[in-house]
């Protein structure tokens, strides 16, 4: 039965397969672009249109897997259903002269995403993650998940536009048919998602998990995760902790844990929000405290080593560090409030008012100079006079009552500088205990 969508071509002999391209009417082949496993791309030319393109095609071995076939086909009406500025589209499919299966796309001449190291460039970064999140939020609103989204999928135009391409292995909700047993896994070990490598039945978090390992490959230059087996990659995506950024880096790190997440429930809803989320990353902004910091890293190391005692470690330095911080941070702050709180003090008619209420006897001894010899007779008195020294301070307000508050406000913060050791007795228990 022949397939509606590749439809044979009659055989003609001036353009039958020579062994080193296929036999196309009207095309003229140049040169192999790459290969896979089941086909491979050349660049030709449209000799109608005299513009180059790039011609997808079975390899002979393809025609024999019934499954193949009809993935590849599948690719092609996938593509075809698929109108957006950052997904390559098709121009034309069929069948060669030797009933090879093929599909005819532009030819984005400025190769793929592979090729170009953007660890410097965070600004281009984010513009090639922009145009993949909008692509793929089209895609997932019709339905198709990508299932294979890394760099080498990933390809520029004369413009230097980037485009996703190779939808081989997507699935779409309204095909019935599955191309993909279950507890089989398809798609890029480096990239997959922990529920795509056990087999399990994907949706777009997938692709999106996907989208955060290639903005940590993009970041930092490499994988999150190497293995030299599949089951290895595939068990460090499910098990393993999210490696840290470098510290230049580290304002996309909350960025890349929620893409990452083990758990598809844990990461962003959709490429709309992950979107979001990308643009509100900037360089510096994203600065957290001591405690917080040292947290994150503290239980990096627990996931990683499995030795409780070295995270706790980590969390005490890391409260001790956030409470000396803490502590710096705070008599500058009372201060402040209590310069506001005197500045704006009571109307100047009923300080008078107050005055005589309170100094009448303490300003008699005042004015008779000659009681010096007082604070020799204080030691005596000094059990029986505590409150000599509050009446002191009624005093100063002649002068400037802003500078009677500040003394206070230093003073305040006790508290906060008891936890220091009260955290480094907690810590001395804990591990003495172990």
């Given amino acids: 039965m022949q397939d509606p969508?590749?439809?044979a071509h009659p055989t003609r002999t001036h353009d039958v397969d020579d062994g080193q391209f296929p036999g196309i009417p009207g095309y003229r082949f140049e040169r192999r672009l790459g290969s896979g496993g089941m086909a491979t791309v050349y660049l030709a030319i449209q000799e109608s249109l005299d513009r180059p393109v790039a011609i997808k095609v079975t390899e002979r071995h393809a025609l024999q897997d019934e499954t193949s076939k009809q993935r590849f086909e599948n690719e092609?009406?996938?593509i075809a259903k698929l109108s957006h500025t950052g997904i390559v589209g098709i121009h034309e499919v069929g069948r060669t002269n030797d009933g090879r299966m093929y599909y005819i796309m532009p030819h984005l001449a400025n190769g793929d995403l592979s090729q170009r190291d953007l660890r410097d460039d965070e600004t281009q970064i984010k513009d090639v993650l922009r145009v993949l999140l909008q692509a793929l939020g089209y895609a997932h609103v019709q339905g198709i998940v990508h299932r294979d989204v890394k760099e080498e999928n990933v390809l520029f135009d004369a413009q230097d536009r980037p485009h996703l391409t190779d939808f081989g292995i997507a699935t779409s909700k309204r095909d019935t048919s599955r191309l993909t047993s279950a507890g089989l896994s398809v798609g890029s070990s480096g990239y997959m998602a922990p529920e795509?490598?056990?087999g399990e039945e994907v949706d777009g978090r997938a692709d999106l998990y996907s989208v955060g390992v290639l903005a940590y490959s993009l970041l930092t230059g490499d994988l999150p995760f190497r293995s030299p087996d599949a089951l290895g990659l595939a068990l460090m995506h499910a098990n393993d902790a999210i490696p840290r950024l470098p510290a230049d880096k580290r304002h996309w790190q909350s960025f890349i844990d929620r893409a990452m997440a083990k758990s598809p429930a844990q990461r962003f809803g959709s490429a709309e929000q992950m979107l979001q989320a990308l643009e509100k990353i900037q360089r510096g902004d994203d600065r957290v405290s001591p405690f917080l910091a040292f947290r994150t890293w503290g239980e990096a190391l627990r996931q990683r080593s499995g030795k409780r005692d070295l995270a706790l470690l980590a969390l005490a330095i890391g409260l001790l560090i956030a409470t000396g911080w803490y502590a710096t941070r705070e008599p500058a702050t009372e201060t402040t409030v209590a310069d506001a709180s005197t500045a704006p003090t009571t109307p100047p008619t009923e300080q008078p008012a107050e005055?005589?209420?309170k100094t009448p006897p303490a300003k008699a001894?005042?004015?008779?100079?000659?009681a010096p010899a007082k604070p020799a007779s204080e030691p005596e008195q000094a059990p029986d006079?505590?409150?000599?020294?509050?009446?002191q301070e009624p005093a100063p307000p002649d002068d400037k009552p802003g500078q009677g508050s500040k003394k206070p406000a230093r003073g305040k913060p006790s508290e906060v500088r008891q936890l220091p050791q009260k955290l480094k007795n907690w810590a001395s228990r804990t591990f003495r205990r172990r």
């Avoid at 001894?365 to 000659?370: F, G, M, N």
């Fill in 5 to 7: 969508l590749f439809p």
């Fill in 76 to 78: 092609a009406r996938t």
């Fill in 196 to 198: 795509q490598a056990r």
């Fill in 355 to 357: 005055a005589p209420a």
């Fill in 365 to 370: 001894p005042a004015a008779t100079r000659p």
């Fill in 385 to 391: 006079e505590p409150a000599s020294e509050p009446e």
